[in-house]
């Protein structure tokens, strides 16, 4: 079946390192989508990319960084210059043959330790 | 600037009752579309429902409706005869189809707990 796969599920990171988060999609979505979650907040958009090799930053970009070297994935990096990294992730995917059509992978919850 | 806003944080509802989960919306673009989405606490996000502002009719899925009153711009979530798995949080999210990235703006959801 087709779906996106986030990796790790869950990830620790201590203060001043990079981490990156996977995202892997199998539907042929051309768009893709990074979000994140806090608590008692609903989800912002960091990060999204509309065809392979171009990206464009969201709402809160700032100590984020993406690629989008393949179709399939859209990995996150987490950098040490984002100063609350502590959040669950969320990556998206998106058709264009249904208005309704997004997909959502299953998170990653990263925490700072 | 699109907006949504849930003003109810948590709500109960006793098992087989109705509930309805509220949300408002502000765009300026007159092409949009509302989702609801479930997200129960493992932390997926499961596709409820889908309105488009040009449909004539509410939309409805099963146990799940939308009240769309699009003067009001509102687009509130009517879940009929509640069951137990029901509870989880629950968001309203617009899509502005005058931008071409596909964004979806999330509102601060609704905690919904459904009682035996």
């Known amino acids: 079946d087709g779906g996106i796969t986030q990796s790790p599920k869950y990830l620790f990171r201590k203060e001043g390192q990079n981490v990156t988060l996977s995202c892997e999609q199998n539907?042929?979505?051309?768009?893709m989508y990074w979000y994140r979650q806090d608590p008692g907040q609903g989800l912002r958009l960091i990060y999204y990319?509309?065809?392979?090799?171009?990206?464009q930053k969201g709402d809160i970009a700032e100590g984020y960084s993406v690629s989008r070297e393949k179709k399939e994935s859209f990995p996150l990096t987490v950098t040490s210059a984002q100063k609350n990294p502590t959040a669950f992730y969320l990556c998206?995917?998106?058709?264009?043959?249904?208005?309704?059509?997004?997909?959502f992978g299953s998170g990653t919850r990263l925490t700072v330790v | 600037a699109q907006k949504i806003t849930q003003t109810q944080p948590g709500m109960f509802v006793q098992e087989k009752e109705a509930v309805t989960l509220d949300c408002t919306y502000d765009?300026?673009?007159?092409?949009?579309?509302l989702f609801w989405y479930k997200q129960p606490s493992s932390g997926e996000m499961i596709f409820l429902i889908y309105?488009?502002?040009?449909?004539?009719q509410n939309a409805t899925e099963g146990r799940y409706s939308l009240n769309f009153q699009k003067a009001r711009k509102s687009a509130n979530l009517v879940i009929s005869a509640s069951q137990l798995g029901d509870s989880a949080m629950y968001f309203c999210?617009?899509?502005?189809?005058?931008?071409?990235?596909?964004?979806?703006?999330f509102g601060q959801g609704t905690i919904l707990t459904v009682h035996p």
């Open positions: 998206a995917s998106r058709s264009s043959r249904v208005n309704y059509g997004y997909t």
């Open positions: 539907l042929n979505h051309d768009a």
């Open positions: 990319s509309q065809i392979v090799n171009d990206f």
């Open positions: 765009t300026s673009d007159p092409s949009y579309g």
């Open positions: 309105q488009g502002s040009y449909d004539q």
């Open positions: 999210a617009m899509r502005d189809y005058g931008t071409s990235y596909g964004k979806l703006t």
